[in-house]
């Protein structure tokens, strides 16, 4: 067999040092802890970022934070003129900003500097971001179509306590949470059970769909906290979590499949009732983060990086879940390596509607000069289908 080029053995370290561990585990807790004291000791967000679509588009990204709406004023007695800009449309997928970047300090002297992601930082339609406030410890949100947020806490029972992590270490809490609009906790409910790896696949109205290790897909009811398993693993499968990278769309799932291959994305689209694929889905690339259903489940979007010498060129495919037909294939973004680290990437993705999606891309200026958070340098590409 021949051996691997340096440049893209490189690049598969490089693009796996830029994924993180799974989500179940006390080194991510405390890492993620180490990111949000430095996220807040950054100054404020930049007051404008550029807003790009294909078609050349282009509106400002604003940053805000949460807050509940003004009291409406009494209605005025004397005449106005009719107000005759059109509503702002919200987009069928609501869009989180996720993923968590890094950070490095190049010289003993210097600045720290890199790109992290917001623990949860939406996208609005009008092109403004709001940051939801989320207990500590909060992960994997998912944006419900009434406003809600669906996310896991989790919390380390034992701090300071050496302990040997993974799936079975004692002291770790993990509980399911629902916040309303206004980011009150509705509902908190402990989900972990030890000796099992488990992350958030997605969540509607009525479920969040939860992947345990060692069970499957499972749906786990909102109000009562009833579970039923929709696909189990097969039998003799090995440790690692079922359906990465998951999405849960239209009684459908799609879910990355096989090892990190810097040639290959290989996805398997499946049925929620009974579990029979529809389909196995190849894109000639690595997938990158952001995999998502349209609404109607017909198509979609795989966001996806492959080796360009030293860099990494990232693209959008767009296929039908049911034949697998390519119906769109645009270039994202290029990035580059910066002090070991991998400087930009698809920071998520949503659907405007059933044939239009938008992605987010964001990369580190050269040089960078501090720790940047994703909001201050995201551009929105948008990609469409006839």
Known sequence: MDAVPEDLAELVHRAAR???????????????????????SLTGVAGLVALIALTGGAAPLLVREHRPAPPVAAPSTSPAAPDRTPPTVEPAQRLMLSGEGG????????????????????????????????????????????????GLKLTDLMPGTRRRDGPDVAGLSIRLMVLSADDRVEISREVRIKGQGLKLAGADLRYAYLVRGGVGLVAHELTTGRERTLIPVPAGADDELPFRAADVTAGRVVSVTGPADMTRCQLDVRRLAGGSRLSRLTVAGECAPSVRLSPDGSLVAVPYRRPNGRDLDYRLAILETATGQLRA??????????????????????WVDDTTVRVVWAQLPDPPRKVYSVAELARVVTVGVQ
């Open 103 to 150: 950070t490095v300090r190049p010289h003993r002297a210097g600045p720290e500097i890199g790109l992290v992601g917001g623990v949860a930082d939406e996208l609005r339609g009008d092109g403004s971001v709001v940051r939801h406030r989320v207990p500590a410890g909060w992960q994997e949100s998912v944006a419900l179509s009434d406003g809600r947020l669906v």
């Open 18 to 40: 830029a994924t993180g561990p799974h989500p179940a585990d006390l080194a991510t807790i405390r890492r993620r802890a180490r990111v949000r004291r430095r996220r807040r």
């Open 329 to 350: 294939d645009q270039p994202l973004g290029t990035a580059s390596p910066t002090y070991g680290m991998t400087g930009g990437g698809t920071w998520g993705a949503a």
